[in-house]
């Protein structure tokens, strides 16, 4: 963190949020990495944050979550006039949620110091919603501004709550030019629209066998939906039997068998949590994509979105687990570059 | 083909659930057997000095239940037993409890549980299906460990101290026992019961391990549902072990009921609720108290008794054998100068809590009753000695778990232990006559255990105590 000499430029970015709070639910929903690819438009800023290059998580702040939002693009001196050069870099991610808790923002479930779930004052009931003593109940809202000046400069972010101002100016790094986990819209195989806390609900129950890997298999028929893993001590397995009550939308062609790293999918934990409702779908090289509609209190709706690539097939499956799922593996053609 | 299958209930399964709590307090994996009309959750310490037991009743516990023993070759088995990690099944019935302010959106309805133990041809796994609304089937299968559970044996018969109270009164009593202590020290005298929860001090030159604690609550025996305790007779058990059967039983609102005999002779506790019968089993500590004024005097009715004996049995399905050795005689009158015998004789790690000089003055009223009795002070301070022995604790102990590893062997044994018994029982009355057989008895005891490993197995060492 440096200080910011007074620049006569019109910063790139600047914005006011009324409170910290919905920005740090957002973004702690992709806490997994130390730093997060910060991408800042005339629509909002985007926070990537990936993991190997096989696990990618995106919030996406609209500017309707600010109050006020502006942008002005710097005009880049190349002479391409489709290619938009957006203003991008990046900022530690850690440093970036600790400032924006430092009201209190972040309420208590999700803070590093969290209890152990229902310790009878936080039901689960809408989870991340304000209770009767946060800050915003009792009127000590405060406000949030934040500014970019430009390439170089820090991204600042100034909190006023009743009185008390914090500036923190962070760092920002080169960005990494990362690539996106490429997605196959037109060759999706599963899209599935679920209530997002029976997901979090399933991957619960599953990391109690503290497994190394998540099997998602989708059925055209029943069971439909199927998670398991296998741990030390047994295997587990989580079943959406009556499928057209229990998901949205469902529209599986085929059996889509996949797996992923289980504490990659755990790592979303905290979005299934947050959300209302999510969106799985599969590609045909058995790209994961969850995305989480949640809905900020005040923030309208936000989407936060995951990808993940899936492990590479091989024949030699360990049978702990083929008791259900009869080995019909193909070799996945290739993975993910 | 499943051997056992049974379906409980969401209540049931917060019970069985608060049961493996309960058993994970003794042991990290639990035993379980599965006759026709019952299942049995079982867990032994690691020290093999307490052991609990749940009973779930077939027809009562659970909403469904069948146990089809498989026709192997030669006979049908008449029970399943097999041993799991309890860190296993207490994730997977953790939580299930039905909470109100919880959303029921994936509360469990029913719980099925199979059991398949395919000898080669299908998978052995314990599985466990919850069956939650909107039709979400969570299933986990669990390995097991197909070996049959060690029971510990405890001889009703021979209890002749018994009382019996509300599970919510001994909870609260449980409450002000010193989160350090040790030892719980049970002591009835004029229609009182204390409740001594103690540290010993533990010195090792001039550092002090441990220092001394000791919590007295003071009970009238009007709390009691039923109270026949021989008066001044001391018992000493483990709080720990203690605290975990008040734990679960505090939940329940239930009558706790303890049986004993004598220390050195296991302890055990019982209650029952709806379906569910629970039993411990705790080991009790030979007489620890520096200044306990009573030993003499409750060896002494003891020995009137007509079935004084306690044999310390371990039972193992399918076969069961018993082994029992005579418990040295208890005739641990304590001595004025026991501190300073004490202190010459090197113990085996871990040492017994050796009663400093301040706990001892705190419990000196009852010395009259040591002075009562000169004439076999010597002989008694050197039985005293030897019974305090970790290496006589140890072959109780060892007693106290033992399973069927050698059956022609335990005859041998049981046969010479009946006979020293016997001896024992005989000259009890007479001090100078008893010394010797207690002494002998004593020998048996301290040498062996004290050369061996703890570790070893017992029936390597039966040399020792057949001849």
């Given at each position: 963190m440096s200080?910011v000499g007074d620049?006569?430029?019109v910063p790139i970015?600047k ?5 910290a709070?919905?920005?740090f ?8 990495a ?5 991408q800042i438009s005339?629509?909002?800023l985007r926070f990537?944050?990936?993991e ?6 995106i919030v996406?702040l609209d500017?309707?979550l600010f109050t ?6 710097p ?5 391409e ?5 957006l203003?991008?870099f990046q900022?530690?991610l850690?440093?970036l949620?600790e400032?924006l808790q430092?009201?209190?923002?972040a ?12 310790d009878?004052?936080?039901s689960?009931i809408?989870?991340g919603?304000?209770n009767?003593?946060?800050?915003q109940?009792?009127?000590m809202a ?7 000046a430009?390439?170089?400069?820090p991204?600042?972010i100034?909190?006023e ?5 914090t ?5 920002t790094y ?7 986990i490429p997605?196959?819209?037109d060759?999706?195989?599963?899209k ?14 599953l990391s109690?066998?503290?497994?190394m890997?998540l099997?998602l298999?989708?059925f055209?028929?029943a069971?439909y ?11 587990a ?5 009556k499928?057209?009550?229990l998901l949205?939308?469902f529209?599986v062609?085929?059996?889509w ?5 289980f ?14 409702k ?9 790209v994961l994509s969850l995305?989480?509609?949640?809905e ?9 979105d995951f990808?993940?690539?899936p492990?590479l097939?091989?024949d030699?499956?360990d049978n702990?687990?083929a008791?259900?799922?009869?080995d019909?593996?193909e070799?996945?053609?290739?993975e993910?570059e | 083909?499943a051997?056992l299958?049974?379906?409980l209930s ?5 019970k069985?659930?608060d049961?493996?709590v309960?058993?994970?307090k ?6 379980i ?6 299942l ?10 307490a052991?609990?037991?749940f ?16 026709r192997?070759?030669?006979?049908s088995?008449?029970?399943f037993?097999?041993k799991?990690y309890?860190?296993?099944?207490l ?7 039905v909470?109100?302010?919880r959303?029921k959106?994936?509360?469990v309805?029913?719980?099925d549980v199979?059991v398949?133990?395919g000898?080669?041809?299908?998978k052995?796994?314990?599985v466990i299906k ?8 969570k299933?986990f299968?669990l390995t097991f ?7 510990a044996l405890?001889?009703r018969e021979?209890a ?9 009164t ?11 202590t040790?030892?719980l020290d049970?002591?009835?005298e004029d ?5 001594t ?6 010195m090792s ?12 609550i003071?009970v ?6 039923e109270?026949?305790v ?7 058990i ?5 605290k ?5 039983a505090?939940?329940?609102n239930v009558?706790?009921?303890?049986l004993y005999?004598?220390p050195?002779?296991?302890m055990?506790?019982?209650?029952s ?9 705790l ?7 520096g200044?306990?004024?009573t ?6 009715t003891g020995?009137?008794r007509?079935?004084s ?9 399918p076969?069961?054998?018993a082994?029992?050795m005579?418990p040295p005689?208890m005739?641990?009158?304590p ?8 202190s010459?004789?090197?113990?085996p790690?871990p ?7 301040q706990?001892?003055?705190l419990?000196?009223e009852g010395?009259d ?7 076999n ?14 290496g006589?604790?140890?072959v ?5 778990w033992r399973?069927h590893d050698n059956?022609?062997k335990?005859?041998v044994t ?19 006559r008893r010394?010797p057989?207690?002494?002998?008895s004593?020998?048996y005891n ?6 061996l490993?703890?570790?070893q197995r017992l ?9």
């Amino acid at each position: 963190m440096s200080t910011v000499g007074d620049d006569n430029v019109v910063p790139i970015f600047k914005a006011v949020s009324s409170s910290a709070r919905q920005l740090f639910q957002l973004l702690n929903c992709i806490r997994f990495a130390a730093k997060v690819h910060v991408q800042i438009s005339a629509e909002g800023l985007r926070f990537a944050v990936e993991e190997s290059r096989v696990m990618q998580g995106i919030v996406f702040l609209d500017k309707a979550l600010f109050t006020t939002f502006h942008c002005v693009i710097p005009e880049t001196l190349d002479e391409e006039p489709d290619v938009i050069d957006l203003p991008n870099f990046q900022i530690s991610l850690s440093a970036l949620l600790e400032t924006l808790q430092i009201f209190g923002a972040a309420d208590v479930t999700s803070s590093r110091f969290a209890k152990p779930d229902n310790d009878g004052y936080n039901s689960n009931i809408r989870p991340g919603r304000q209770n009767a003593f946060s800050n915003q109940a009792l009127g000590m809202a405060g406000i949030c501004r934040l500014s970019y000046a430009g390439i170089g400069s820090p991204f600042s972010i100034i909190l006023e709550e009743s009185g008390v101002t914090t500036t923190c100016n962070l760092n920002t790094y080169e960005p990494e030019n990362p690539q996106e986990i490429p997605f196959q819209r037109d060759a999706m195989q599963v899209k599935i629209i679920m209530q997002a806390r029976w997901l979090f609900d399933a991957i619960s129950e599953l990391s109690t066998t503290s497994p190394m890997r998540l099997d998602l298999i989708a059925f055209p028929e029943a069971p439909y939906l199927s998670l398991s893993a296998v741990g030390p001590l047994g295997s587990a397995s989580v079943e959406f039997a009556k499928g057209r009550e229990l998901l949205e939308t469902f529209s599986v062609a085929e059996k889509w068998t996949q797996s992923y790293k289980f504490e990659m999918i755990k790592a979303a934990a905290e979005a299934m949590r947050l959300a209302s409702k999510v969106s799985v779908r599969g590609d045909e090289q058995g790209v994961l994509s969850l995305q989480f509609m949640v809905e900020v209190e005040g923030g309208g709706i936000s989407f936060v979105d995951f990808r993940f690539v899936p492990f590479l097939r091989e024949d030699d499956e360990d049978n702990e687990d083929a008791e259900d799922d009869e080995d019909e593996y193909e070799n996945e053609d290739d993975e993910f570059e | 083909m499943a051997i056992l299958t049974f379906t409980l209930s969401p209540e049931a399964i917060g019970k069985l659930y608060d049961s493996l709590v309960c058993l994970g307090k003794f042991s990290e994996a639990v035993s379980i057997e599965a006759s026709h009309d019952k299942l049995v959750l079982t867990a032994l310490n690691s020290s093999k000095s307490a052991y609990c037991s749940f009973t779930l009743i077939g027809n009562k516990f659970f909403s469904k239940y069948l146990y089809r023993p498989v026709r192997s070759s030669n006979q049908s088995k008449e029970k399943f037993t097999c041993k799991i990690y309890n860190k296993a099944l207490l994730s997977v019935f953790k939580g299930r409890v039905v909470d109100p302010t919880r959303e029921k959106d994936t509360a469990v309805e029913r719980c099925d549980v199979s059991v398949e133990d395919g000898e080669g041809k299908s998978k052995s796994r314990f599985v466990i299906k919850m069956v939650c609304r909107h039709g979400v089937l969570k299933t986990f299968r669990l390995t097991f460990e197909s070996v049959a559970p060690m029971h510990a044996l405890f001889v009703r018969e021979s209890a002749n101290n018994c009382w019996s109270i509300s599970s919510r009164t001994l909870k609260e009593f449980v409450e002000h026992f010193g989160p350090g202590t040790e030892q719980l020290d049970i002591y009835s005298e004029d229609a009182r019961v204390s409740f001594t929860s103690y540290t010993e001090k533990i010195m090792s030159g001039n550092e002090i391990l441990k220092q001394p604690l000791h919590t007295t609550i003071a009970v009238d025996t009007l709390e009691f549902g039923e109270f026949a305790v021989e008066e001044k007779l001391h018992i000493v058990i483990s709080v720990k072990d203690f605290k975990s059967m008040v734990a679960h039983a505090g939940i329940l609102n239930v009558l706790v009921k303890a049986l004993y005999s004598r220390p050195s002779s296991p302890m055990q506790l019982s209650y029952s609720d709806e379906g569910i019968m629970s039993e411990f089993i705790l080991m009790t500590i030979g007489e620890s108290r520096g200044g306990s004024a009573t030993p003499a005097n409750a060896s002494r009715t003891g020995s009137k008794r007509p079935a004084s004996k306690q044999p310390l049995e371990a039972t193992s399905s399918p076969k069961r054998t018993a082994t029992s050795m005579p418990p040295p005689p208890m005739n641990a009158a304590p001595s004025l100068n026991r501190e300073t015998t004490r202190s010459r004789i090197s113990r085996p790690s871990p040492p017994p809590p050796q009663p400093s000089v301040q706990s001892q003055s705190l419990f000196l009223e009852g010395d009259d009753d040591r002075r009562w009795d000169p004439a076999n002070f010597d002989g008694e301070e050197e039985e005293e000695m030897l019974l305090w022995d970790t290496g006589g604790e140890k072959v109780r102990s060892i007693n106290f778990w033992r399973a069927h590893d050698n059956l022609s062997k335990d005859a041998v044994t049981m046969n010479s232990a009946r006979r020293h018994q016997g001896s024992a029982q005989q000259d009890q009355d007479s001090n100078d006559r008893r010394r010797p057989p207690a002494q002998e008895s004593g020998d048996y005891n301290l040498i062996p255990t004290q050369r061996l490993a703890p570790t070893q197995r017992l029936s390597e060492v039966r040399g020792m105590f057949d001849d």
